[in-house]
């Protein structure tokens, strides 16, 4: 029913900044929260940030929080993800999440739909 397009992604040096988008198209009516989350080579996937379809609320991971911002814009149906003082362990592919309405509203968790992510490589 949602279709989510990641963007943005890129190889940059620590301390750089880097923004990603998420197009989302469909039935985006059906959308209760949104979120990136991130993996690492050999790592498990991670929560890293989410934020309210409306964007009335957001909420970070202790390992981005004061460097990261998300924001939103439902009329465009898109997310931004504006990441700042990238550091090496930021490195990673960076997908793009959806909660559909109705769910559980913890923002780590229980989310419908996914990306394809974008790559960041962050070098040192």
């Known amino acids: 029913q949602v279709q ?15 923004s990603v988008s ?4 469909g039935r985006t009516d059906n959308i209760y929260q949104m979120g990136w989350f991130r993996q690492a080579p050999g790592k498990e996937r991670e929560f890293v940030a989410g934020i309210s379809w ?11 929080k004061g ?12 997310v931004l993800f504006q990441m700042n003082s990238l550091k090496p362990e930021d490195t990673g592919v960076y997908y793009c999440a959806a909660k559909r ?4 509203s913890d923002y780590r968790s ?10 960041v490589t962050v070098s040192s």
């Open 22 to 25: 998420c197009l989302a198209s």
């Open 67 to 78: 460097r990261f911002t998300i924001s939103g814009d439902s009329a465009k149906n898109t």
């Open 4 to 18: 989510l397009q990641a963007s943005g992604g890129g190889l940059v040096q620590a301390g750089d900044s880097l």
């Open 110 to 119: 229980y989310y419908d739909w996914w990306g394809q992510g974008t790559l």
């Open 101 to 104: 309405r109705f769910r559980n």
């Open 54 to 64: 409306w964007g009335a609320s957001t909420y970070y991971a202790d390992s981005v």
